[in-house]
């Protein structure tokens, strides 16, 4: 198959590997995304000395995500792929594993989850949800993601996990800076420091982690770092460094993804009144329509990379063994064929079949119903209370490749 058609002297997927374009104005993003869906197939992005082909439509995400055995995880989702050194010293992420080794390790941690434990964590989930919005109308504090969005699903993990209060504040220092820069552009000089100190950060934290499981396998608790520990699946539990690789996926995967979703999803309240007015109205019949459409809308997840290992044909374009592909679940998320009038948020859409979790296959995220929890009591909290909470201005975006992150948004009450 030949390239794209170029548009302006250059092929159509440039823009994607330019870092400006991801510090455009969400709008003129998701513009460019509708452009490029209209090619129909793969787009050939030059970045880096291989290029990458984007997987732009619902339905291409969705298959690379089901055909796990032609679009490899491995040897790693994020971009740039981790170093083999970092992954020998840090150990691999389940998302960056496949077949048998990925299985066991999911089957290890799903069956940690079990029904006692996620009844406790959806009770927790309330009662932390109510405390920071107590927190909040009693100090008023201007500053959305610190002060609400950041608390919940922080609080909630740590709790989950069993993580003692003494270890909490500097886990949540050691997130943001896990984190922080992740499919950022930056100057030589910060791209030379920085990678360093979110390598700290996650070594840290894991090596925390691991001494919380050493203590739990002698004197198990009734939490999910002593089920994961003391687990016996084909007789296999965590090791010490699965459970650091597991616990740092869970806490900057699962605190960011959810913070983010949070926080776009009361700009997106605020920017809609309609829709609040509508949610507001009976927020027991259109609460899970609403969390749904904020994650489509926001797609806190913007793109995850897979490695072709074997030979597949997708809309006329071969992939041979050691093409890199992107599944940008932003573009997904929009695609026109699958949800009408898709750049509108409107919380009773249905169906809405989004790809905010992932396009399905192995890989989908298994903290989904967690996270859905998480926003529903948390919105329902913020909305009840009658003092009128809305966002101030524009949510100020990291401007990352990556994910939708947002580093801070005001926000103010409309009664005193």
Known sequence: MTLPAQRNGQAPGRELAEPGFWQLPPQRRLAAFARLREIGGPVFVPDGPRGHWALLRHAHVQ?????????????????????????????????????????????????????????????????????????????????????????????????????????????????????????????????????????????????????????????PTDDLISALVCANVDGQALGARQLGAFFSLLMVAGVETTRNAITHGLTLLTDHPDQRDLLLSDFEEYADGAVEEMIRHSTPIIQFRRTVVAEHTMEGHLFRPGDKVVLYYASANRDEGVFPDPDAFDITRSPNPHLGFGGGGPHFCLGAHLARVEMRALFHELLTRPVGLRAVGLPDLAGSNFDNRVRSLKFAFEQP
């Open 63 to 219: 298959e690379a995500s089901r055909l796990p055995k032609v679009f490899a995880s491995a040897p790693g989702v994020t971009t740039p792929e981790p170093a083999r050194w970092v992954r020998s010293l840090f150990g691999d992420s389940m998302v960056n594993l496949d077949g048998p080794d990925h299985a066991q390790l999911r089957k290890i941690v799903q069956r940690a989850f079990t029904p006692r434990l996620l009844a406790a964590a959806e009770a927790d989930i309330h009662a932390v949800a109510t405390r920071i919005v107590d927190d909040v109308l009693a100090d008023r504090p201007e500053e959305f993601v610190s002060a609400v969005a950041s608390r919940l699903p922080l609080e909630v993990i740590c709790n989950m996990m069993g993580i003692p209060e003494r270890y909490r504040p500097e886990i949540a220092d050691r997130v943001n800076h896990a984190s922080e820069n992740i499919g950022v552009e930056r100057g030589l000089a910060s791209r030379l420091r920085m990678p360093g100190r979110g390598l700290r950060a996650l070594a840290r934290m894991q090596r925390m982690v691991s001494g919380i499981g050493r203590e739990r396998r002698k004197n």
